[in-house]
């Protein structure tokens, strides 16, 4: 992550550790020992982060593979398709998307005289997407045994297409299902702020004795819970 992106992580981790202890144990101090815990939110995030961006990495790059289908086909060479396919990306994502950044990287390696099968391969590895390392053997062994490039290409487009759609067709039909788990996540918050607003002082027991202090951990206890269960059922791998 990028500065940028940590301060707006931190920032909403900030906030919403802020929502906790003020409906959970309504504690300035305890919100301000906890405080790091809030800078910290972007850590918590990484996984789903690193997951978004493997999906989107997955697109831009069945989006590559056809761009570089379309060059061998034009009578390209392997180095030159790719090249041209840094172009096409470029203009479709602009130049600071994942997959040109990658491609620029490749062709700067082939530059250096490095074997177009590493600077390849490094990049199957450093992608961390199964797709692209599965692409890369099967590319590599093609070309070095002269196999059929253009339908081992075009075959792999395919298949990350038909993943991809599945992916999306998953999404769409649990959408529903998604907006009824941030709506159920709000309903304990509203509640606490729709009676502190029309009854004034109703929960301070809640907040002022032993008890109440341990009924409202263990409240939050199950709404964290709760909330993990949730996210785990929503989350269906292709």
């Given at each position: ?29 305890l919100f301000l020992a906890v405080l790091p815990v ?68 490749l062709l700067s390696k082939v530059r250096l005289n490095?074997?177009?099968e590493e600077a390849f391969g490094d990049l199957a ?114």
């Open positions: 992550m990028g500065k940028k992106e940590w301060l707006i992580y931190s920032a909403q981790g900030v906030l919403y550790l802020a929502l906790l202890t003020f409906v959970f144990y309504r504690s300035m101090g809030g800078f910290a939110y972007p850590l918590v995030l990484r996984k789903d982060l690193k997951k978004k961006r493997l999906e989107t990495l997955a697109k831009q790059f069945r989006d590559a593979v056809l761009a570089v289908s379309s060059g061998l086909n034009a009578g390209y060479s392997v180095e030159n398709a790719f090249s041209a396919s840094l172009t096409e990306m470029e203009r479709v994502y602009g130049s600071d998307a994942m997959i040109c950044t990658e491609i620029r990287l490095r074997t177009f590895v450093r992608s961390g997407l199964e797709d692209i390392r599965n692409f890369a053997e099967v590319f590599l062994a093609a070309r070095r045994s002269g196999g059929e490039l253009m339908k081992i290409i075009s075959r792999t487009a395919d298949i990350i297409g038909e993943k991809i759609r599945i992916q999306e067709d998953i999404l769409t039909a649990t959408a529903s299902r998604r907006l009824e788990q941030r709506f159920m996540s709000a309903i304990p918050f509203l509640i606490v702020f729709y009676i502190e607003l029309t009854s004034p002082g109703f929960f301070g027991i809640l907040y002022t004795t032993l008890t109440g202090r341990l009924l409202m951990t263990v409240c939050l206890a199950v709404f964290l819970a709760a909330q993990a269960v949730s996210k785990r059922i929503l989350e269906i791998e292709v």
